[in-house]
């Protein structure tokens, strides 16, 4: 699936908006709660993801975004972000053993929606 935002600088917003809502909606698991901090916030949670805060993270070269875990929370959530554009080409349906956030948004389609809406953006979650 992929969404094209009017700018790159709303894509980046968009993206945002995407792993917070995730961070959000997911909780501390495992040795998680060595790294787990408490009223994070949007720009500290992307911080974490493109720094490599605490796994995963961005690459540069791609623009790939992965968030494994974020402030002890386990997200394992990926995208990329190109342009104006995000693209998402995996299974919709995130399992709750590792996308703790799917428990409140059941898909990936749902998450990337809920990010828009909340924005107040016109984009739409286009299948691939």
Known sequence: MHIVCASPEAAKTLAKRILFLAYEASHVMGNGFFQAREAVVEEQVWNNVVTKGDYGGFSKETK???????????????????????????????????????????????????????????????PA
């Open 64 to 126: 790939d975004i992965y968030a494994d875990y974020v402030f002890g929370r386990m997200m394992k959530t990926h995208f990329t972000l190109k342009d104006s554009t995000i693209c998402y080409d995996g299974d919709d349906k995130p399992r709750s053993g590792y996308q703790s956030w799917c428990v409140k948004y059941k898909t990936y389609t749902k998450l990337f929606q809920v990010a828009i809406e909340s924005l107040g953006m016109t984009e739409q979650v286009n």
